[in-house]
């Protein structure tokens, strides 16, 4: 689905990404896994075209990115970031539907489109009149899904969507996005830290340190056969919960 050759972006003096060959099958959905800097969220905008690559070529379904055919590229990918990225103006609803309404849709259609992924996303349809500082972060979290979902998109690209949620609401969103990918089929690229949720929610990883990708695989390839030290130091750098002796 995509495809980054020879792809770099500095910002300054800075190397955020250097990538040689990295490949996103479709249909799949990949964890972006890695220290803070180490170009996964700088990754997800080369994907989606808000940032451009300084030097290399990003790819969509075989064709090159183009600066003239960003917005259209655009509507086909559904973009969620923490908190849901939503404007504090608009209601749920009005949040929802704000692109199908540059494009011309009636309200009765968006009603409708919203009406059914409220549904897929386990959210009360009754909830989208609310603004979103009257929802919690985990219903926020849900309009941001629904909204990236609206324009049925072949690809979402989740940037931590899940990363300021507390644990219980974390694990039920960790359970109803699992269902969720698994149902639509579509392809997923997710940006996480939690190496646990990546690995719950996640075909392959791609774990990238200093703006390179180090290794690329499912866990259990990873984890038996690491390309170099790094790897299995921070796939086990986490700490598991154990009661005091």
Known sequence: MFLLTN???????TVALDVADLRLP???VSALIGPSGAGKSTILRLL???EWPDSGTVHFNSEPLRREQLL???RRIGYVIQEGGLFP???ALGNIG???RTLGWSATRIEHRARELAGLCQ???AALVRYPAELSGGQRQRVGLIRALMLDPAVLLLDEPLGALDPLIRFDLQTELKGLFDSLGKTVILVTHDIAEAAFLADELVLL???RVVQQGPLSVLLDTPSEPFVRRFLTAQRSLQAPS
Not at 7 to 13: A, D, E, F, L, R
């Open 89 to 91: 103006h608009l209601s």
């Open 48 to 50: 989606i075209g808000l």
């Open 123 to 125: 959210l009360p349809f």
């Open 98 to 100: 704000l692109l199908a």
């Open 7 to 13: 792809t770099s972006k500095c910002y300054g003096s």
């Open 26 to 28: 479709p249909g799949r």
């Open 72 to 74: 259209a590229h655009r």
């Open 209 to 211: 340190n200093r703006g």
